[in-house]
């Protein structure tokens, strides 16, 4: 396993430095696909700038990075390259731990025999750890993200150590590292439940509203991440003494102020909207991300794991500044659920979808600000296609989880009561 | 939904699909191209209208008498322009100042990559005179221009003394609320692209050129004029630009606007309009019009000084005067009324052009084709290469998991290893850097060992990488262990299917008429081909189809089309012409067509001809 992630961490290592040195280097962190204003690495600088003059970094409306985060780089600045150069390499190496032992204590329950080829071999699960970093590293999203030096590679890397404390089960690094996620980024919170989920199954405690042990650890929990978190905003008002950021950074996602053209859905629309109307939209826009957290916790309380990629995944899509460094963190997890690809309808349809529309991007913003031929609607229709498709990818391995569990529980080949064969329809 | 999520409408509309495909691609492409042509018949198409207001409903009057007097300034310029021997910079400066103008000079060097030899150039010097008339109505923030080539021989003469008289007739007029700026460039359009660069403080493609003095406010539009005779008897409209863009249709509406109100004979293409569409000749003047705007699209060159301005947002046109045998004559007065009317009504622009179309094609000048009806046309030959994939994904799984129910059953075939496919994509890509970048970093060694001159040499070291590049199938085994399988080309051939819709389609969306012709000769290979056909015939088809033959072919039908056909020599030297062209057009101007032929298009082909010969 080691020389194949040295080579692999070699390759990726020399692709972004090749890139660092070419003249893609000032391109990359131009194009509104791989930058938002909250992780552009041209606003942090600004911030760094204004800090180091004594002003607070959150005059003037550029800089949306939290306090935290403009400290670190306080300090590590003349190595910033190397810096997303190293967390790239984290999530890589987090993601590359955290699947080793998950999901095998699930599978050795006994299912019906002809299942057996519906659960995965030792073998199998062996690489799953390497193809998972190897997606991340190699993804061209994620290789745009870094160089472009976007901080979106920073959230990764927290969410990712995140996932890997909950996997290894130690709840109190799980809750800080989910509140260093939220404390960034506000959408993480949804992540709670599932962490939670996969902690209490862990200890083997039932969910279940009557037992005293469930409420004991869910409150502990709870108590961590909401400690942890108080903890954070504290220290970034005695860094900064005051509570600016608190509107300039979550007000800022929250509010949706800055409409630059990004892969998301809010910017058209937005822009598009008349005044008055705006808080109620972005009340249901927003509402979007955290609403499916409910029933998708009880569809899936049995599979916490599966829950985390549905969340990041419904993140990544509904968020209000959207880049494809965020798509590359949930796509990171693809290869992890490769033995549903049977039982994927739509895989073809949507990778063509999502291939075309990643190479659509650039050409139509040509069109549209340079050529002046084209306008905002011709890259409005590319991120709404985007945004269906990647929907379509999700709800695909959503449907394709759920069909698989109902074959492990019911058998591979259903008998209709006839005796001819049957087959699933979802309606 | 239900399609998508129920598995037996699936499978039947899946069965339908693969079963049916040949001939639904053949159908598609025949549709195509039949949608294609029918952009020219004349119920299809919509008359041309004025969308801009305040062009459209404000009455201007032309009165500009002083015809007689440019052309006398034009003789005067073309004396001087002789005894200097190029560009007579000081007379027009003193001839520009004492009409009241502003004027500075900008001098400008160029070394070309290799000589040109249509143009006889290599080391370009050159100075543009510019002179600026200061809007008096309005605070100078935005301005016209009206440009003129200074150009080699006796030509043009006219156009710059038409220029100055229009000058010096503005001056006294007191409407105009946009700085107007009269340019003379020299050396056409590498002039062009340093004044432009210069204006604009901008350096894309390493030009030397010193700075603008002074500038007027951000141009709304311009206008390249082009006479060369007293009197013409029609003036021909040209609008495509770099890389296949077009100004705003409302431009050439503006034109034959004033056209129709002056009464002077306009061209488009160098055809007239006519009136009997229903006829088979009419129909076919109208589809040779829009063939000849398709392939000069396509070309992505700048066909006139005005293609350098559509790349800084700027609405422009040249207009050409042409002088043939016909009776009806027109002289320089009534195209300067024309000139003027059309810089009055610009003047009254409030914001950028933009409420008409920008891409558009033109069978006449009066009518149009909007994207929305040219782009089925693409889309039906696009759709077959999608077909395809599909096709070869459903071949693909022998349980094949994207379409049919999961449950079928049946062991995963073990998939062919990535090596066998990435090797070929890796070579070709290869390939094409070397035909990007080759020729004109071996011309040196060329010319030393070959009696050839830089341009031949050039031109001769690109088809010959071009057709190296077909010995690569045979290398690409070589490099693989093992033999490859079938699963092995039908993953290639479904990379290089996806591969070639996704190029297709961005070159289509900024330069429709590229697209389609690159679709319209690869589509058939790209669909039909597999290691089981019959070597030397398809082998003979594919290189029959492709990107440079079809060059070839463009070259004569263009001949063709503008009534001078060609021998096959001649059009084997004008092929040799049009590729020196297209690598200069891109290293001086930045023009796509070359890069994306060599980097993309071309290494597309060839993983497609790896397919015809794997093993």
């Known amino acids: 396993m080691a020389a194949p992630l040295t080579l692999l961490l070699i390759v990726a290592v020399t692709i972004r430095a090749v890139l660092f040195r070419s003249s893609l280097a000032e391109l990359i962190p131009e194009r509104v696909e791989v930058v938002s204003p909250l992780n552009a690495w041209k606003r942090v600088v600004e911030g760094l700038a204004l800090l180091d003059l004594g002003v607070s970094p959150y005059a003037g409306d550029v800089f949306h990075e939290t306090p935290l985060i403009i400290y670190f780089f306080h300090f590590v600045i003349d190595y910033a390259e190397i810096?997303?150069?190293?967390?790239?390499?984290?999530?890589?190496?987090?993601?590359?731990?955290?699947?080793?032992?998950?999901?095998?204590?699930?599978?050795?329950?006994?299912?019906?025999?002809?299942?057996?080829?519906?659960?995965?071999?030792?073998?199998?699960?062996?690489?799953?750890?390497?193809?998972?970093?190897?997606?991340?590293?190699?993804?061209?999203?994620?290789?745009?993200?870094?160089?472009?030096?976007?901080?979106?590679?920073?959230?990764?890397?927290?969410?990712?150590?995140?996932?890997?404390?909950?996997?290894?089960?130690?709840?109190?690094?799980?809750?800080?590292?989910?509140?260093?996620?939220?404390?960034?980024?506000?959408?993480?919170?949804?992540?709670?439940?599932?962490?939670?989920?996969?902690?209490?199954?862990?200890?083997?405690?039932?969910?279940?509203?009557?037992?005293?042990?469930?409420?004991?650890?869910?409150?502990?929990?709870?108590?961590?991440?909401?400690?942890?978190?108080?903890?954070?905003?504290?220290?970034?008002?005695?860094?900064?003494?005051?509570?600016?950021?608190?509107?300039?950074?979550?007000?800022?996602?929250?509010?949706?102020?800055?409409?630059?053209?990004?892969?998301?859905?809010?910017?058209?629309?937005?822009?598009?909207?008349?005044?008055?109307?705006?808080?109620?939209?972005?009340?249901?826009?927003?509402?979007?991300?955290?609403?499916?957290?409910?029933?998708?916790?009880?569809?899936?309380?049995?599979?916490?794991?599966?829950?985390?990629?549905?969340?990041?995944?419904?993140?990544?899509?509904?968020?209000?500044?959207?880049?494809?460094?965020?798509?590359?963190?949930?796509?990171?997890?693809?290869?992890?659920?490769?033995?549903?690809?049977?039982?994927?309808?739509?895989?073809?349809?949507?990778?063509?979808?999502?291939?075309?529309?990643?190479?659509?991007?650039?050409?139509?913003?040509?069109?549209?600000?340079?050529?002046?031929?084209?306008?905002?609607?011709?890259?409005?229709?590319?991120?709404?296609?985007?945004?269906?498709?990647?929907?379509?990818?999700?709800?695909?391995?959503?449907?394709?989880?759920?069909?698989?569990?109902?074959?492990?529980?019911?058998?591979?080949?259903?008998?209709?009561?006839?005796?001819?064969?049957?087959?699933?329809?979802?309606? | 939904m239900g399609l998508l999520s129920d598995p037996n409408r699936r499978r039947a509309l899946t069965k339908l699909l693969t079963r049916l495909n040949a001939p639904i691609c053949v159908m598609c492409y025949l549709a195509g191209v039949a949608w294609f042509m029918g952009l020219a018949f004349e119920p299809f198409t919509l008359r041309t209208y004025m969308s801009e207001n305040a062009m459209g409903s404000t009455m201007v009057e032309e009165r500009f008498p002083a015809g007689e007097r440019a052309l006398a300034t034009g003789r005067e310029f073309a004396a001087h322009k002789k005894k200097v021997g190029g560009m007579p910079v000081d007379w027009l400066v003193k001839t520009m100042q004492s009409r009241g103008l502003e004027v500075f000079t900008q001098s400008f060097t160029r070394k070309l990559p290799f000589p040109d030899e249509n143009k006889e150039r290599y080391m370009v010097r050159g100075t543009n005179v510019y002179g600026i008339l200061r809007a008096p109505r309005a605070p100078r923030t935005e301005a016209l221009v009206l440009s003129a080539p200074c150009s080699e021989g006796n030509n043009n003469n006219q156009a710059v003394g038409l220029l100055l008289g229009l000058a010096q007739y503005f001056r006294s007029q007191i409407h105009w609320a946009k700085d107007i700026i009269f340019l003379v460039n020299e050396h056409d359009l590498i002039g062009m692209q340093a004044w432009l660069e210069g204006y604009h403080h901008t350096n894309t493609t390493g030009g030397d050129w010193s700075p603008l003095q002074g500038r007027g406010g951000s141009i709304q539009a311009a206008l390249s004029l082009e006479l060369s005779s007293d009197v013409i008897t029609s003036l021909d409209l040209v609008l495509e630009g770099l890389n296949g863009q077009l100004p705003n249709l409302d431009l050439a509406n503006l034109f034959y606007a004033f056209c129709q109100k002056i009464g002077v004979l306009c061209t488009i293409q160098g055809k007239l309009q006519r009136n009997d569409w229903d006829t088979t000749s009419g129909y076919s003047h109208a589809a040779q019009t829009m063939m000849l705007m398709v392939l000069k699209q396509a070309s992505g060159r700048p066909w006139g000084d005005h293609g350098l301005f559509l790349r800084y947002h700027i609405e422009a046109a040249s207009i050409r005067g042409i002088n043939s045998f016909r009776q009806y004559k027109t002289d320089t007065t009534t195209i300067g009324r024309l000139l003027e009317g059309m810089y009055r009504k610009l003047n009254n622009l409030l914001e950028r052009l933009h409420q008409s179309y920008f891409f558009y094609l033109m069978p006449s000048l009066s009518r149009f084709v909007s994207i929305g009806y040219y782009m089925p046309a693409f889309g039906l030959l696009a759709v077959i290469l999608l077909l395809r994939a599909l096709d070869l994904w459903v071949q693909l799984g022998a349980s094949p998991p994207g379409t049919e129910d999961g449950v079928a059953g049946g062991v995963q075939p073990s998939s062919p290893g990535v090596l066998s496919i990435l090797t070929p994509v890796v070579i070709s890509h290869m390939t094409g850097v070397a035909l990007y970048t080759l020729p004109i970093l071996s011309q040196e060694m060329a010319v030393q060992h070959f009696p050839v001159s830089e341009t031949e040499a050039v031109v001769l070291t690109a088809i010959a990488i071009y057709t190296a590049g077909l010995a690569l199938p045979h290398n690409t085994h070589r490099l693989l262990q093992g033999e490859g399988t079938e699963e092995g080309w039908r993953v290639l051939k479904l990379v290089a299917l996806l591969y070639l819709a996704v190029l297709l389609g961005c070159t289509a969306l900024i330069n429709f008429s590229l697209g389609f012709i690159l679709a319209l000769s690869l589509v058939p290979i790209a669909a039909f081909i597999t290691p089981h056909t019959p070597k030397a015939l398809s082998a003979a088809i594919m290189v029959l189809l492709s990107p440079g033959c079809t060059l070839l072919y463009c070259v004569f039908v263009f001949q063709e089309l503008q009534e001078t056909p060609v021998s096959l020599q001649d059009g084997w030297m004008l092929f040799l012409s049009v590729i020196s062209q297209g690598i200069l057009d891109h290293a001086l101007y930045g023009s796509l067509v070359y890069p994306l032929l060599a980097l993309l298009i071309y290494p597309c082909w060839l993983l497609l001809w790896n397919i015809l010969f794997w093993k």
């Open chain 1, 83 to 427: 810096v997303f150069m190293v967390m790239t390499r984290l999530v890589g190496c987090v993601f590359l731990l955290q699947f080793r032992k998950q999901k095998y204590a699930l599978e050795a329950e006994r299912y019906p025999l002809d299942c057996l080829e519906l659960i995965r071999t030792p073998k199998e699960m062996y690489y799953i750890p390497l193809k998972v970093a190897m997606f991340y590293l190699l993804n061209p999203f994620t290789i745009l993200s870094c160089v472009a030096k976007s901080t979106c590679g920073l959230n990764n890397a927290v969410i990712a150590l995140f996932i890997l404390c909950t996997v290894k089960g130690s709840s109190l690094m799980s809750a800080i590292f989910l509140a260093l996620a939220t404390y960034q980024s506000i959408y993480p919170l949804t992540l709670f439940a599932p962490a939670l989920l996969y902690l209490l199954q862990r200890l083997y405690i039932p969910v279940n509203w009557q037992r005293s042990s469930f409420w004991l650890f869910t409150t502990q929990y709870t108590f961590m991440y909401l400690g942890s978190l108080c903890v954070m905003v504290c220290l970034s008002f005695f860094l900064l003494s005051s509570w600016d950021f608190l509107s300039s950074v979550y007000g800022f996602i929250l509010s949706v102020p800055d409409l630059t053209p990004n892969i998301g859905l809010f910017w058209y629309f937005f822009a598009e909207m008349f005044e008055h109307f705006r808080l109620f939209f972005i009340c249901v826009f927003q509402i979007n991300v955290f609403f499916y957290t409910i029933p998708l916790s009880i569809k899936l309380k049995e599979h916490p794991i599966f829950l985390i990629f549905m969340q990041i995944a419904i993140i990544s899509i509904f968020k209000s500044y959207p880049t494809v460094g965020d798509i590359a963190l949930y796509m990171a997890f693809l290869p992890a659920w490769n033995h549903l690809y049977r039982f994927l309808r739509n895989i073809f349809l949507v990778s063509v979808v999502l291939l075309a529309c990643s190479a659509l991007f650039p050409v139509l913003w040509h069109l549209w600000i340079y050529a002046g031929s084209a306008n905002s609607n011709f890259y409005y229709a590319i991120t709404l296609l985007f945004n269906v498709a990647q929907i379509l990818l999700v709800s695909d391995y959503f449907y394709a989880y759920l069909r698989r569990e109902h074959h492990l529980t019911h058998g591979l080949y259903l008998k209709r009561k006839d005796g001819s064969e049957a087959t699933l329809v979802l309606k």
